[in-house]
């Protein structure tokens, strides 16, 4: 395994909104996910591993790294991933309605939905990291997971 990884990853509480047990489930899964199979390669980095926090300040995205032989932070605007992260978070709201009554047939166009915008969300994700951070499509997809926890609002 190349040592371009993240070895952990966290959320800096005191910019987590609280969550539903959804919502909490599927951060620990991302997490857990990514840290067991990632590619995570910082421009300028000689090796890693690396530990990853991620916030929220001031409507910016903080990627604070640590590890082998770099110490930086990343920050990005949110307004490119704005609109994404809006569309995502409303689809997540139907899906977990469609949960709790929907026919399969409905449960899976609304996951359709769900998954193609997660995929749009991490395909961005991966250009607004371009030249900072090389990641994988998985390793952005699960990421994608965690700054949408920290973008939700209650």
């Avoid at 997490?31 to 916030?55: K, M, Q, W």
């Avoid at 359709?112 to 990641?135: P, Q, S």
Wanted: with cysteine.
């Amino acid at each position: 395994m190349s040592d371009h990884r993240l070895a952990s990853i966290a959320l800096d509480a005191a910019t987590l909104p609280a969550a539903t047990s959804e919502i909490e489930h599927e951060r620990r899964v991302a997490i857990y996910d990514i840290v067991e199979r990632n590619s995570f390669e910082p421009a300028g980095s000689e090796h890693g591993p690396y530990d990853l926090t991620l916030s929220l300040q001031d409507s910016r995205l903080v990627f604070d790294i640590a590890g082998g032989d770099y110490k930086r932070a990343h920050v990005l605007s949110l307004t490119p991933l704005k609109s994404v992260l809006k569309d995502y978070l409303l689809i997540c709201d139907s899906y977990y309605e469609a949960l709790r009554g929907s026919s399969p047939s409905q449960i899976e166009s609304v996951d359709m939905g769900r998954r193609g915008l997660h995929n749009e969300g991490a395909e961005l994700l991966k250009d607004r990291l371009a030249g900072k951070i090389a990641l994988d499509h998985e390793t952005a997809r699960r990421l994608f997971t965690l700054i949408v926890a920290l973008y939700r609002r209650g």
